[in-house]
């Protein structure tokens, strides 16, 4: 099978999942992704430079509207890149490595948002403007799933361009 085949497959399969899927595609889906996510992560691990530690889950670059409650009330911003570990964000005045933030990231419009708690891992400059890198904490199942469904819409989209 070649690979455009392949992906158009996937592709097939993924919507059938985000439409509702039964639990026999449910199986096929995730032991298809979790193949696909793997293969994914290898060709990144190709491209790394000396010293880089290979990623555990994909990360897409995607500007995602989320809202943290800070010490001085609720902040908004957009991510600059996700996964299913965490993501990406600038905050003008970032709290501290280790602090944990509740959050609400909206991964469509009229979706309920995704929501939990972060844990901030570093706060870096980046083009003048503090960068903060977070760990998600606790996503709830359902949330996980809209979350990697959304992640994996993203992928499929610019592999098929």
């Given at each position: 099978m070649k690979v455009t085949q392949w992906l158009s497959s996937f592709s097939e399969l993924h919507e059938r999942m985000k439409n509702g899927a039964d639990s026999d595609v449910r199986a096929e889906y995730k032991a298809v992704r979790d193949d696909f996510a793997a293969f994914l992560l290898g060709v990144q691990k190709l491209s790394l430079n000396a010293g880089e530690a290979l990623r555990q889950s994909i990360r897409v670059s995607r500007a995602v509207p989320i809202e943290f409650d800070l010490a001085t009330g609720p902040v908004s911003s957009i991510t600059f890149d996700i996964s299913i570990g965490g993501l990406s964000t600038v905050l003008s005045d970032p709290p501290p490595a280790g602090t944990r933030l509740p959050f609400r990231m909206r991964l469509a419009k009229a979706q309920v948002p995704v929501s939990g708690l972060v844990s901030v891992v570093k706060?870096?400059?980046?083009?003048?403007?503090?960068?903060?890198?977070?760990?998600?904490?606790?996503l709830s199942p359902p949330d996980r799933e809209r979350l990697e469904l959304m992640l994996f819409d993203h992928v499929v989209a610019q592999l098929l361009e």
């Open positions: 706060v870096f400059a980046h083009n003048g403007s503090p960068r903060v890198a977070c760990r998600f904490e606790d």
